[in-house]
């Protein structure tokens, strides 16, 4: 839950400062005061709500884990996903990063499929992270 909060928090942010930015310029560089409306929306856009919370599989389509988080740099691009790997019910759960961009998402019987090219093994093996939330980030140790 509380990393939803902290997504959410991102996203706020991000929409925030680039809101800010565009009330003070425009395109030419020229202060306008005005705010950045939206009259169409953009077509094949990928949503949050479609990621997050969504499970990932390999390429023979066997569940390998399900996606915590995403990573944000300031511009507001998505740049890594945490994933959460782990046995029957949780047991050995462990947080993992990607980069993004390994993550591929189809539609299949109109929902979001996310898969990428790594088996659940490889996901174990990989370096763990856990939940800081006293700083409310990330940082490198198992849970």
Do not use: C
Not at 10 to 30: D, K, V
């Amino acid at each position: 839950m509380l990393e939803s909060y902290v997504l959410a928090g991102a996203l706020i942010a991000t929409l925030s400062g680039a809101a800010l930015a565009e009330q003070t310029m425009n395109r030419t560089g020229a202060a306008t005061g005005r705010s950045a409306f939206l009259t169409t929306l953009p077509q094949n856009a990928l949503l949050v709500s479609n990621i997050h919370e969504q499970n990932v599989y390999d390429p023979q389509e066997n569940k390998i884990g399900e996606v915590k988080d995403l990573m944000l740099d300031r511009s507001g691009k998505v740049t890594a996903a945490i994933i959460s790997v782990g046995d029957f019910l949780g047991i050995g759960e462990k947080d993992v990063a990607i980069a993004f961009d390994e993550i591929k998402a189809i539609e299949r019987n109109y929902k979001t499929w996310l898969t990428m090219n790594a088996n659940k093994d490889e996901l174990k093996n990989a370096a763990g992270f856990r939940f800081d939330k006293n700083k409310g980030l990330w940082t490198v140790g198992a849970k």
